[in-house]
């Protein structure tokens, strides 16, 4: 019995990897390890995992079939996929769509393909995103809502991804769980996101750019408890005796902050005051997102643990001492 983790030196795959090793589980991770954001981080989070004896590595693109194939065909024992691999970013994909069409759907399509044929896989569990909820104006964001309004091409791929994943579930009778992540924070987060952005800025005496002049809100979710859901998630695939063995849930904080609290917050920790740059609204942005976990409570008893009040402080923890900062 061994676990398949793609994205394994991103953010989100780092975690659950370590999450999987600490409880005695053997983790295949892939990861292209692509400069998406500085190597180095990931390089970084990698050393840890490979340190540990459960862990094995291969450094593969997941729109490589042939590569991917390989890799499946090395361990035969894979009896669960947690597939974060990703190309992520809402900004980005309005810059490079061609990126998110490649690794989003072509990965996606090669990983579904690749499980199917796996015999003796026991459940799918895949990256999906509060981003599909789009220009939804309800709150909070349910799973029933529809998700048929994006307003960036990174949450069309996601919305792909929840269709390509259904159908393969409804064809093939393939159990897969698509979890939709809302704002992750959190030590060893990625450089383009807003905690990391805006620490970095105020320690260097530089303005952050603030979006919508500061009038959005967040459901902002601390790593440990995405983890916490993944893999509760992970441990129960859909049993369906009718329809496809398929679902998606939410995994939020469900409290929707305003972004200048968090901005607060990152300040308090560091001890230091932010030049703000107001700036209008971006495009592909939005300006509220809440989660509801109705279904993920139903189903997993899963209850979110930590306020951004006891997360940040930990995330400029570590990031102090990622960054050698000593005040």
């Given at each position: 019995m061994?676990?398949?983790?793609?994205?394994a030196a991103?953010?989100?795959?780092?975690?659950?990897?370590?999450?999987?090793?600490?409880?005695?589980?053997?983790?295949?991770?892939?990861?292209?390890?692509?400069?998406?954001?500085?190597?180095?981080?990931?390089?970084?989070?990698?050393?840890?995992?490979?340190a540990q004896p459960e862990f094995s590595f291969h450094k593969v693109d997941i729109a490589d079939r042939d590569a991917m194939q390989a890799v499946a065909a090395a361990h035969k024992d894979i009896t669960h996929v947690i597939h974060l691999a990703a190309q992520a970013g809402v900004r980005y994909s309005i810059e490079n769509p061609a990126a998110y069409i490649q690794t989003n759907i072509v990965g996606q399509g090669i990983i579904l393909e690749l499980c199917r044929h796996m015999e003796g896989l026991e459940h799918l569990v895949y990256a999906s995103s509060s981003s599909v909820y789009g220009g939804n104006k309800k709150l909070p964001f349910s799973v029933e809502d529809p998700t048929d309004t994006p307003v960036s091409l990174y949450a069309a791929t996601k919305k792909a991804d929840e269709l390509m994943a259904y159908c393969y579930s409804h064809l093939y009778r393939l159990p897969a769980t698509g979890l939709r992540f809302f704002t992750v924070y959190g030590p060893w987060g990625r450089p383009d996101m807003a905690a990391y952005i805006f620490a970095l800025a105020i320690t260097q005496g530089r303005p952050i750019p603030v979006f919508n002049h500061g009038d959005m809100r967040r459901d902002f979710t601390y790593i440990d408890d995405i983890v916490a859901g993944v893999l509760a998630v992970a441990g129960g695939p859909?049993?369906?005796?009718?329809?496809?063995?398929?679902?998606?849930?939410?995994?939020?904080?469900?409290?929707?902050?305003?972004l200048m609290r968090y901005i607060e917050l990152i300040e308090q920790a560091l001890g230091r005051k932010a030049q703000l740059d107001l700036q209008p609204m971006q495009p592909g942005d939005v300006k509220e997102s809440f989660a509801d976990l109705t279904a993920i409570q139903r189903d997993f008893g899963f209850e979110p643990q930590t306020t951004i009040e006891e997360g940040i402080p930990r995330f400029i923890d570590w990031f102090k001492e990622y960054n050698g900062i000593s005040a």
């Open positions: 061994s676990y398949l983790v793609t994205g991103g953010f989100i795959g780092f975690h659950v990897c370590n999450a999987l090793l600490a409880r005695g589980e053997a983790v295949i991770g892939v990861d292209n390890l692509n400069d998406y954001y500085d190597v180095a981080l990931k390089e970084a989070r990698l050393g840890r995992l490979t859909p049993k369906c005796a009718e329809g496809a063995p398929h679902r998606v849930y939410n995994i939020g904080n469900s409290r929707s902050e305003p």
